[in-house]
């Protein structure tokens, strides 16, 4: 089994920062990508981005791409997700997930966090 807490969600305003951390543990060896999903109220479950552990590989979907970054630090099996220039359109509950290969469709992935939410102020 695979753990996943996700921290640093909060409030606020348009054109600001926040960081959200994933810390792993458990048998992580087992994972091989770790990805970032947000959902919005009444929306689909929505790929953010991703990153493998080995190389860093990342991939990013087009809506935060030059806005969202995604790095790791494997000494502390954490993966993080740095958001600049937030807009109201990405509040939503930021969940990381762990999957054995780099992809961006949700079902592939193995291991979920419980959320931490988001919420950007117009």
């Known amino acids: 089994q695979v753990q996943l807490v996700e921290s640093g969600g909060g409030l606020v305003q348009a054109g600001g920062s926040l960081r959200l951390s994933c810390a792993a543990s458990g048998r992580t060896f087992m994972t091989y990508a770790m990805g970032w999903f947000r959902q919005a109220p009444e929306k689909e479950r929505e790929f953010v981005g991703a990153i493998t552990w080995n190389f860093g590989r990342t991939y990013y979907a087009d809506s935060v791409k030059g806005r969202f970054t995604i790095s790791r630090d494997n000494a502390k099996n954490t993966v993080y997700l740095q958001m600049n220039n937030l807009k109201p359109e990405d509040t939503a509950l930021y969940y990381c997930?762990?999957?054995?290969?780099?992809?961006?469709?949700?079902?592939?992935?193995?291991?979920w966090g419980q959320g931490t939410q988001v919420t950007v102020s117009s």
């Open positions: 997930a762990a999957a054995p290969k780099l992809v961006s469709t949700s079902a592939e992935y193995s291991y």
